[in-house]
């Protein structure tokens, strides 16, 4: 069964350095997200691609924060500089359309020291 | 602004008790509701949205418009149960997807 995949599974860096997560949604999927979830709160939406084009990017904090699907295909989350506050579990999803079920990846948990 | 609540963090509850887990929202206009389910070391996983009007793993869930809620409701509940669940609700569109902040449930034997 085809299944979202997602690396690195762990990342610690420290503060003010770059860093970056990659998706790999199942193949056929248009619609990719990002997430992120802090420790004890529910997910919540950074980014939202249909194919290659952002559809909502209102919660991205685009000072530090990029994001790219240059393919349609896999994307790419990007932290640059990364602060304390950005430790939390960094969840991708893609759905067939933006309507259809959204299957999860295993998450990137993400330290900053 | 789009807001999901789910006032309980933890309901613990024995096997073979009914189970109810609370869900709030706030949203203008007619959005489409989920609950989501996280068992331990496993991916967070659609349960089931309320247009399907399906019932999964023995769970239902009845969206009320006038008190604005989408209660996650079983019977008799068991111990694989025991999970962490997200109520979340989108725009008609299937955008724009706004999660609670969960409610782990314990089932004990």
């Known amino acids: 069964e085809a299944e979202v995949a997602q690396s690195p599974r762990y990342k610690i860096t420290e503060k003010s350095q770059a860093v970056a997560f990659w998706c790999d949604p199942i193949s056929g999927h248009a619609t990719l997200y990002w997430y992120r979830q802090i420790l004890g709160q529910g997910p919540e939406l950074l980014v939202q691609f249909q194919d290659e084009s952002v559809v909502d990017d209102s919660q991205l904090p685009k000072d530090r924060f990029s994001a790219e699907r240059l393919k349609g295909v896999d994307s790419t989350l990007k932290i640059q500089p990364a602060e304390l506050g950005d430790s939390a579990m960094y969840l991708c999803?893609?759905?067939?359309?933006?309507?259809?079920?959204?299957?999860f990846g295993p998450g990137t948990r993400l330290l900053v020291l | 602004a789009q807001r999901v609540t789910q006032p309980e963090k933890l309901l613990s509850v024995f096997k073979g008790a009914p189970v109810e887990l609370k869900c709030n929202y706030s949203y203008s206009g007619s959005p489409e509701l989920f609950w989501y389910v996280q068992y331990s070391r496993q991916r967070l996983q659609l349960l089931l949205r309320?247009?399907s009007r399906e019932s999964i793993k023995g769970f239902t869930a009845d969206l009320n418009k006038g008190e604005t809620s989408f209660h996650l409701k079983k019977p008799f509940a068991q111990e694989e149960d025991s999970a962490m669940y997200y109520c979340a609700l989108s725009d008609n569109a299937g955008n724009m997807l706004t999660f609670g902040g969960g409610t782990r449930l314990m089932v004990k034997p």
């Open positions: 999803a893609s759905s067939r359309t933006g309507r259809e079920t959204q299957y």
């Open positions: 309320h247009i």
